[in-house]
């Protein structure tokens, strides 16, 4: 995953903006819609079509397989210091997805069921059912802090045989999560995130994985946007937005595992889902829609999200009242972005 504030000139060719419309009445409800890097009206055009929306995408299937085993098992392991209070926000993120009582609308569940409707070759859906099948702690740095893409691979053998985890090909995935106080090869240059496969010499048999790490203390301006903005922007655009749960690393990084976990689903050994020829550098779901919230966004605006009573933004809600901001993904269906929040 590359950091938004690069992704915005990209696509801002590829982004055709529709207009938003009128907030319902806020006494009914416990928040306020806003936009708060909405262009000027002249910009936007009149199409129906969701933010992000282009023809000249070309998302293609190349043949591989996709996450169709039901449940997802996410092995996460914990990499560094990490308090109570952050692994369980981010637990209750991902346990959001398939959560056992529904959330209020728009959902997290809702968000997943856009990546749910990517298919393999034999027509079987990305499976709508995640869940949280092993953790391991690693608070003793074992492989330092400083790793590489290589050596996260040593960090998942480590917590194999640590956990131990077992060997789950069929439903398994690794999420492996860094300290704030952990880098990463190309991390904030480069990269937010990014997701493989094991290597079998690495860790003794091949299951994907992904990784992402907390950006609070190294590039919350590039990795946790818009809950941090880069200095350029500072003087001369909206402040950086309040996170709905007050932690700008963890509330940032949130819509990156998000983000990677879409992906890892739909493109889980980079021959499934993806645009351009390039496997080594695909564009893939959540890339298409890299810094997109709501409607109206694009080319540097994140769209139409909500805001509640204490100024915390949000646009989707989750298990046990928790709220997130979380990027939309491109969607198979509608060829464009999007997101459960949507006004279109």
Known sequence: MTPPALHFLIFAALLLLSKTRAAADSSQIEYTLTNPKLPPPNTLSTSKKYEGSSDLVNLRYHMGPVLSSSPINIYLVWYGRWPNYQKLLIKDFILSISPAAAAAKPSVSDWWRTVSLYTDQTGANVSRTVLIAGEHSDHLYSHGKSLTRLSVQQVIGTAVKSAPFPVDHKNGIFLILTADDVTMQ????????????????????????AWIGNSAKQCPEVCSYPFAVPGYMAGGGPAALKPPNGDVGVDGMISVIAHELAELSTNPLVNAWYAGEDPTAPTEIGDLCEGLYGTGGGGGYIGQVMRDNKGRTFNMNGRRGRRFMVQWVWSPVLKACAGPNALD
């Open 186 to 209: 190309d991390y904030c240059r480069a990269v937010c995130g990014f997701h493989y496969f094991t290597f079998p010499s690495m860790v003794g048999y091949t299951m994907p994985y």
